[in-house]
């Protein structure tokens, strides 16, 4: 068992910034992609940003340029710097880690969620 915890949201004007945290802990024996997903009122959760164990990042076209996802292996934690924040990036932040294991007699990946992190953008 992953657990996620995220730290690092709260309310900021539009065109500010913040930066949000994810560590994961538990049992760990190998964490894949980690990745941000967001959820705003009303809408479906929308991938945001991944990164891969070798740090290849991918950012959703709403948030190029203005995103940044990093990551930090040894310590299990993946972070997204938020720049030029809109309105619309208002929404709760997911942390999201794609854990190898072994489970029902093979190996193989499972995904586990934090609790998420408000974020709200004031225009």
């Known amino acids: 068992q992953v657990q996620l915890v995220e730290s690092g949201g709260g309310l900021v004007q539009a065109g500010g910034s913040l930066r949000l945290s994810c560590a994961a802990s538990?049992?760990?024996?190998?964490?894949?992609?980690m990745s941000w997903y967001r959820q705003a009122p009303g809408k479906q959760r929308e991938l945001v940003a991944t990164i891969t164990r070798g740090g290849n990042t991918n950012y959703a076209d709403a948030v190029k340029g203005r995103f940044t996802i990093s990551r930090d292996n040894a310590k299990n934690t993946v972070s997204l710097q938020m720049s030029s924040l809109k309105a619309e990036d208002t929404a709760v932040y997911y942390c999201?880690?794609?854990?190898?294991?072994?489970?029902?007699?093979?190996?193989?990946?499972?995904?586990?969620w934090g609790q998420g992190t408000q974020v709200t953008v004031s225009s």
């Open positions: 538990g049992s760990i024996f190998s964490i894949n992609n």
């Open positions: 999201n880690a794609d854990h190898w294991e072994y489970s029902g007699g093979s190996y193989g990946t499972r995904a586990y």
